[in-house]
C-alpha cells in the first residue's frame, strides 16, 4: 500500500518530460527489485517534515510519527499517518518505543533529543531546507540515515526532473505572505518557490500588515489556501481590504515543510 | 461637555490620518477597510471599558474595581475563544460577541455568588484576581487544545489586545452589543449615587439594589464581553479613567458615568494611536500590544490608587 502511494504521489502529473519518464521508470524498477532494506529498523520521527521523508521513503521502518504528521492541512502523508502510531516529542515516551533512531528537526523537542542522545540513541536532525537544492541535500542524508539511499536518489532525479519541467508562467512582483503577515524574503524556501515559477520576490523577510501590503501591493500576491481551523493568523491573509489585489493560493500542506512534495507548489503557480 | 466633544472630534479625525502607511490622508480602500473599523473599535470598546469600570466601582463601592482586573475581562476572552477556534463564529459571526458576553456574564456570575455575603469587601477584588489567573490559564489550556496546531502563538492578542487588521465586519459586530451594554449601564447612575449611602438608605430610598446589581451585570457583560471578543484583553482602562475623572466631577458615582464612556473612548484611542505610531517610528518587530501600553500607564496607576485605599 506504501510503495504504491510512493509511486502515484511522483506521477500525479502528467508531463510529456523525457527526464520525468525516466526517472519514473527508474523508480519503479527500483521499488520492483531492491527489498526493503534495514528490515525491522525502527524509526521515530519528532517533526513535521521528517515524518513526511520517513513515509516516502521506508514506510515499513516508521515506529512512531509525530502528531501533527496527521493533520491534512499541514501534512502531505495525513492519510498514510492516520493508520501509523504517533508520539509527543517527549523523551520518556520515545525512549518507551526503544527506537533504533530518531529524526528530528532543529527547532523544537532539542531538549528530549539531549536526553535521547545521553541514552546512546542514534538521532538525526535536519536542517529547514532553504532552496531545492537544500531539499536534494535533505532527502539524500535521511535516506542515507534510514539505510535506503537508492530511494533518496530516486526520489531526488524525480524532483529534478519536475522542476525543470516547469515553464514559468506570467511572472512578475510576488509576495508570499504568511501566517502572522510574514513575507518569505530573500534566501528563504519561500523564495526559491516564488523563483522557480517565474516571480520576483518582492517580499523582505520580515512581518506586514493588511495596510502596508495595500500601500505597496504586488502584482501577485501568493498565500496558503485558507485552513481547516480559523485562526487570526490566517484571518489576517484574508482580509477584505486585499480583495483589489491579484492572489494565487497553494495548499497549505505543500510549503509547511520544504521537501519533494513542493515542486507540486511550484507547478501551480508556474500556471 | 464642549471640551470632550471636540477633543473626540479632533482625536477621531488624527486616528484615520494615521497608520502604517504613514501619516496623512489614505486612499479610500485603507480609510473605509482599516483606518475606520480601527478607530471606531478602540473608541466603542474604551467606551465600553471606562464605563464598566466607573460602574462596578459604583455598584462594589470599591475604587480598585476594573473588568480586566476582576477577571470579567479574561473570561470574556475565553468565551470568545472558544466560539473562535472551533469554528463556531465561521458558521455564525455573531457567536463572537455571544461568545464573548456568555464568558463575561459567567466570571461575573461566579465572583458575585462566591462574594454575595459582601460585594463590597475587599475579599471580591482578591476573589478577581484569583478568576484573572483562572481565566489566562484556561485561555491557555484552550488555545492548546484547539484544532489550529499554532493557535497558542495567539495568547498575546487574547491576553493583550490589539486592533491591528480588524474589518468592518468585526465594527458590525461589536456595535449592537456595546451601544446595548452602555445603554443599559448609562440608566443605573440615580441607582449607584443611592447605593453610595450605603444598601439600608438605598433600600429606603426604593431603589432595588438586587436589580441594579443585576443591570450591572448584564451591562459590563455586554460591553465588556463584546470588547474582548473583537479586540482581546484590554486590562487597566475601567480603573485608570474613573479614578482620573473623580477629582474633576466629585464622588458621585451617577456624575462619573457619562465622563468615563468619553475618556474611556479616548484613552483607547490615544492608547491605539501610540501604539500605530511607535509601529511607524520605532524600530519594533510589530506594534506594541494595546494591553501592553494600557498596562504602561495603569500599573503605576494602580499602586497610587491602592496606597490612597490602604492605610
Known amino acids: ?271 | 461637555m464642549r471640551g470632550w466633544g471636540i477633543a473626540l472630534a479632533l482625536l477621531t479625525m488624527a486616528s484615520l490620518l494615521l497608520g502604517a502607511a504613514g501619516l496623512g490622508v489614505p486612499d479610500w480602500t485603507i480609510l473605509w477597510q482599516l483606518r475606520v473599523p480601527r478607530t471606531g473599535l478602540a473608541l466603542l470598546v474604551g467606551a465600553g471599558l471606562g464605563l464598566s469600570g466607573a460602574v462596578l466601582q459604583g455598584v462594589l463601592r470599591n475604587p480598585l474595581a476594573d473588568p480586566g482586573f476582576l477577571g470579567v475581562g479574561g473570561c470574556a476572552a475565553l468565551g470568545a475563544v472558544g466560539v473562535f477556534y472551533w469554528g463556531v463564529a465561521a458558521v455564525f459571526a455573531p457567536a463572537l460577541p455571544l461568545g464573548g458576553f456568555a464568558g463575561a456574564a459567567a466570571g461575573c456570575a461566579v465572583l458575585l455568588y462566591v462574594f454575595r455575603r459582601s460585594p463590597s469587601g475587599p475579599g471580591l477584588i482578591l476573589g478577581g484576581v484569583a478568576l484573572s489567573a483562572l481565566a489566562a490559564a484556561l485561555l491557555s489550556l484552550a488555545l492548546s487544545a484547539a484544532p489550529n496546531p499554532f493557535a497558542l502563538y495567539e495568547i498575546t492578542f487574547w491576553l493583550m489586545g490589539g486592533l491591528e487588521d480588524r474589518t468592518v465586519t468585526h465594527l458590525a459586530l461589536a456595535v449592537p452589543p456595546i451601544v446595548l451594554g452602555c445603554a443599559l449601564l448609562l440608566r443605573l447612575g440615580r441607582g449607584l449615587d443611592a447605593l453610595s449611602l450605603g444598601e439600608e438608605t438605598a433600600a429606603t430610598m426604593g431603589v432595588p439594589i438586587a436589580a441594579t446589581l443585576r443591570r450591572a451585570v448584564l451591562g459590563v457583560a455586554l460591553a465588556v464581553g463584546a470588547g474582548a471578543a473583537v479586540a482581546g484583553g484590554i486590562g487597566f482602562i475601567g480603573l485608570i479613567v474613573p479614578n482620573l475623572l473623580r477629582p474633576m466631577v466629585g464622588e458621585r458615582p451617577g456624575a462619573l458615568l457619562w465622563p468615563s464612556t468619553i475618556a474611556g473612548a479616548l484613552l483607547l484611542l490615544v492608547a491605539d494611536m501610540t501604539a500605530r505610531a511607535a509601529g511607524l517610528w520605532l524600530p519594533l518587530a510589530a506594534e506594541p500590544r494595546l494591553g501592553v501600553l494600557t498596562a504602561l500607564l495603569g500599573a503605576p496607576f494602580l499602586v497610587v490608587a491602592a496606597r490612597r485605599v490602604a492605610p
Open chain 1, 1 to 271: 500500500m506504501s510503495k504504491s502511494f510512493f509511486v502515484s504521489f511522483f506521477s500525479k502529473k502528467e508531463d510529456s518530460s523525457f527526464l520525468k519518464k525516466i526517472s519514473k521508470k527508474l523508480l519503479l524498477i527500483y521499488m520492483v527489485v531492491t527489498p526493503a532494506p534495514a528490515l525491522g529498523a525502527r524509526v521515530v520521527s519528532l517533526n513535521l517534515c521528517t515524518d513526511a521523508l520517513l513515509v516516502m521513503l521506508a514506510p515499513e521502518q516508521v515506529a512512531a510519527l509525530s502528531p501533527l504528521a496527521r493533520d491534512p492541512s499541514i501534512s502531505v502523508v495525513a492519510a498514510q499517518a492516520r493508520s501509523l502510531p504517533w508520539v509527543r516529542p517527549d523523551a520518556e515516551a520515545v525512549l518507551r518505543l526503544h527506537p533504533d533512531l530518531v529524526l528530528a528537526g532543529r527547532y523544537g523537542a532539542q531538549a528530549a533529543l539531549t536526553v535521547l542522545r545521553s541514552r546512546g540513541l542514534r538521532t538525526e536532525q535536519v536542517d529547514e531546507p532553504t532552496d531545492f537544492a537544500s531539499v536534494a541535500r535533505e532527502v539524500t542524508d535521511v535516506a542515507t540515515a534510514l539505510g535506503v539511499p537508492v530511494r533518496g536518489a530516486a526520489m531526488v532525479v524525480t524532483m529534478r526532473a519536475r522542476l525543470a519541467a516547469v515553464r514559468p508562467g506570467q511572472g512578475g512582483r510576488a509576495i508570499f505572505w504568511q501566517a502572522r503577515g510574514f513575507t518569505a524574503g530573500h534566501g528563504s524556501f519561500g523564495d526559491a518557490v516564488l523563483r522557480a515559477a517565474g516571480f520576483v520576490n518582492a517580499g523582505t523577510g520580515r512581518a506586514i500588515g493588511v495596510e502596508a501590503m495595500l500601500t505597496h501591493p504586488p502584482d501577485v500576491l501568493v498565500t496558503e489556501q485558507a485552513p481547516d481551523y480559523p485562526s487570526l493568523a490566517t484571518d489576517l491573509l484574508t482580509h477584505p481590504a486585499l480583495a483589489g489585489i491579484r492572489r494565487r493560493t497553494v495548499p497549505p500542506a505543500l510549503l509547511a515543510c520544504a521537501g519533494p512534495w513542493s515542486v507540486a507548489a511550484v507547478e501551480m503557480l508556474a500556471r
